[in-house]
């Protein structure tokens, strides 16, 4: 009987084998590697437009506080002739335009001390993605941003 547990050490009971072989793994990594290869240069490209659109949508933004700002300073404001000016008055430019955007306003856009704004047509450009670049019209007294068709 002491045989019995010195054969159990010397050959342990086989069990089923689990895991895979190297051949699925490197089919498995083959099948992700071409999918990738067709997916990452269309990934690309979209990322550069998403960044144009992203900065853009923070250009809106921006513009949409500019009566609240020029309020709480207490100053009127000028587009496009004051954006060279480095403080607003609350520690920040009017507008922080990204490299490669540029804004033209048609005629240009008044924003007054009690925070009224003129009727204004704003152009956004963006150098780099131009299918980012938008129109938008300024409503009188109440600065209301609205996009306009291209």
């Given amino acids: 009987m002491k045989a019995e547990p ?7 009971p086989r069990y089923p084998q689990t895991g895979f072989t190297l051949l699925e793994i490197l ?11 067709l997916v990452a240069p269309r990934l690309g490209v979209n990322l550069d ?3 144009a ?7 809106e933004d921006q513009i949409t506080q500019l009566p609240r700002r ?9 587009l496009p002739r004051d954006l060279a000016r480095p403080d607003l008055g609350d520690g920040a430019p009017p507008l922080s ?5 540029q804004l ?38 109440d600065c209301e941003l609205r996009a306009l068709p291209n």
């Fill in 49 to 51: 437009r998403f960044e």
């Fill in 97 to 101: 335009l990204p490299d490669g955007w």
């Fill in 70 to 78: 020029t309020r709480y300073v207490g100053k009127a404001l000028e």
């Fill in 27 to 37: 089919f498995v990594m083959f099948i992700v590697g071409l999918m990738t290869a």
């Fill in 53 to 59: 659109m992203s900065q853009r949508k923070w250009l």
């Fill in 6 to 12: 010195l054969r159990r050490a010397l050959c342990p």
């Fill in 104 to 141: 033209t306003a048609v005629p240009p856009l008044r924003i007054s001390p009690s925070g009224a704004c003129s009727a204004a047509t704003l152009e956004l450009r963006s150098a780099k993605d131009p299918g980012a670049s938008m129109r938008y019209q300024i409503t009188e007294l």
